[in-house]
């Protein structure tokens, strides 16, 4: 009896201190998350020079700053980024463009072909809008949503231009005493500084009749502090003689051929900022053609190299100038680039 007593009494302590002990939870250990980036908006097949891109960096998780990403090319004379994930295609190759965060990066191949615009389809895109103009005064529009703005200017005769939402257009005329037409960059009276950029226009053309004593199938513009109109010639109806050209300075080869380089003073004559006496450069390729690209930074590089003061620019653009004659020019291909992100 006295022993069955002792047994009961053990297991009800035993309960008692087992029912004390407190019960151990186990502890969620947090899940380690694999940080991966990764970039969109790369195009599968290759780019043209001077296109621009926007590539957007993506994370799996919303813990990582995504603003703080470092970008960088591989090759900036290919394509360059900026820290915004904007890219600008510049030369031919491949190269990789990367965005970086701490130890974390991802990357991505861009692809950039050269632009031929003999070979390259463009044409005229959208709806043309035609335009006579105002005689003796000049007429500024707007080009659709290209970014370019045009130009047409006439003394007389009977002129037409239709332009369409690419930059593209067909100007004709007859009998003008003057007549000039011009699709490209406007930055108007306070300019813009030349430097860090580059300057590159391509372009196609088709050409009929003539153009009377004096014409220019050209990239032109103006500068401003100080006044300089300036003429980069590519082809012509009649090629310019030393009378209207002036002085020789020199010559550069760029673009497969070799330039003359000229200056010409005009004294009391109509400028953009009304009657003014301001200088004229010309280059004039020695052999006329109807496509191609004009590196029209190097034409600024080479005026300042001979002495030719430079300004900022006032405008820039693909432009036909005729004095007379009949004829039609049909600017098929037009694309230009300042060299900007």
Same mark, same amino acid.
């Given at each position: ?125 959208? @709806?043309?809008? !035609? ?9 500024? =529009?707007? /080009? %659709?949503?290209?970014? &370019?703005? +045009? ?13 369409? @939402?690419?930059? !593209? ?9 003057? =007549?000039? /037409? %011009?699709?490209?960059? &406007?930055? +108007? ?29 050209? /990239? ?122």
């Amino acid at each position: 009896m006295t022993k069955r007593i002792i047994l009961i009494a053990l297991a009800a302590l035993t309960l008692i201190a087992t029912g004390c002990k407190k019960k151990t939870q186990p502890i969620d250990e947090p899940v380690k998350v694999e940080v991966e980036l990764s970039i969109t908006g790369a195009p599968e097949e290759a780019v043209l020079v001077g296109e621009k891109l926007t590539l957007t960096l993506k994370c799996n998780t919303d813990k990582v700053d995504l603003t703080t990403a470092e970008w960088s090319s591989t090759n900036t004379e290919i394509a360059k980024v900026n820290n915004s994930g904007h890219v600008l295609a510049v030369g031919m190759g491949v190269c990789e463009i990367s965005a970086v965060i701490g130890e974390h990066s991802a990357s991505v191949a861009i692809s950039v072909n050269e632009r031929d615009p003999s070979k390259d389809q463009m044409g005229h895109v959208g @709806e043309g809008k !035609t335009t006579n103009g105002r005689d003796n005064s000049r007429m500024l =529009f707007q /080009v %659709g949503d290209s970014g &370019y703005a +045009g130009e047409i200017w006439h003394q007389g005769g009977a002129n037409l231009l239709t332009y369409y @939402e690419n930059g !593209t257009f067909k100007a004709s005329w007859s009998g003008p005493n003057d =007549f000039l /037409v %011009g699709v490209g960059y &406007y930055y +108007g009276e306070q300019g813009t500084s030349l430097d860090g950029k580059e300057y590159n226009c391509y372009f196609k053309h088709d050409k009929l009749g003539s153009g009377g004593g004096y014409n220019y199938i050209c /990239v032109h513009g103006w500068m401003v502090n100080p006044l300089i109109e300036f003429f980069i010639i590519d082809d012509w109806y009649n090629k310019p003689s030393a009378g209207i050209l002036g002085q020789r300075k020199g010559e550069v080869t760029v673009d497969g051929d070799t330039y003359e380089i000229w200056q010409n003073t005009r004294v009391n004559q109509p400028s953009i900022l009304g009657t003014k006496t301001f200088p004229q450069y010309y280059s004039v390729r020695k052999n006329p053609r109807q496509s191609g690209r004009i590196h029209v930074s190097t034409h600024f590089n080479n005026w300042a190299r001979v002495g030719m003061t430079l300004g900022k620019l006032y405008d820039l653009r693909y432009y036909v100038e005729v004095g007379g004659g009949s004829g039609l020019l049909d600017c098929t291909y037009l694309f230009m680039s300042d060299g900007q992100i």
